[in-house]
């Protein structure tokens, strides 16, 4: 694992997207796992940037992304496949046939969880995996649990979870209940992974996920034991290391 400490949010989110862009040059045909949630948003400012500086092309770029949720439909304003398009895909030159998520309204959750991981099987694997870190140390919408699920899977979402996505919603009675999720044999597949971490509300877990022990009761820890992972946190985050 290889630490890097950012000042703050605005740096951290600097040296996540500087990582990001390396991949882009370095492999312009490559395979992108992409994450949503509020903290990678400065990272994707940051990579709108460079392309608009003409420093960054996507057109060969595939991406595939952590998770969505169950029952929204992609014109929502909270679903994922709305945040990635809002916060990245409509300000760069990416195809957007080259962009996958879940279909969050799919009527069969097995036979979606099949299709996405035939999708991330067929464009071969994941180069680079950008993650964020729940509260309660899930990856994805990989939850505590007394397992590490292998594959994309439907889950019920924690009851923290739901707490702290509800400032997205108007109220945590429209937060959704499930959600499809990439699982962790997809995400440990990645060649490399990228962890972003901001603010004291993320010590605690950062401390536990990196640092403790490895167990489904904190889905992050699991990284520990891939090979090359990259952590970018502010000083906040790592507060407690």
Known sequence: ???????????????????????????????LGLATGSTPIGAYKELVSKYEAGRLDFAGITTVNLDEYKGL???????????????????????????????????????????????IASVGGIDLQLLGLGGNGHIGFNEPCDIFKKDTHCIDLATETI??????????????????????????????????????????VLKEAFYGEITPQVQASILQLHENVIVVADEAAMSLL
């Open 73 to 119: 439909s992609r014109d929502n304003d909270q679903s994922y496949y709305y945040f990635m398009n809002d916060n990245l895909f409509q300000h760069i030159n990416i195809d957007s046939n080259n962009t996958h998520l879940p279909d969050g309204t799919s009527a069969d959750s097995n036979q979606e969880c099949q299709k996405y991981d035939d999708i």
């Open 1 to 31: 694992m290889r630490l890097i400490k950012a000042k703050d949010y605005d740096d951290m989110s600097k040296k996540a997207a500087d990582i990001i862009a390396s991949q882009v040059i370095l492999k312009p045909n490559g395979v």
């Open 163 to 204: 707490e702290a996505n509800k400032r997205f919603f108007a109220s945590a009675d429209e937060v959704p209940r499930q959600a499809y999720t990439m699982g962790i044999r997809t995400i440990m597949s990645a060649k490399s992974i990228l962890v972003v971490a901001s603010g004291e509300g993320k010590a605690r």
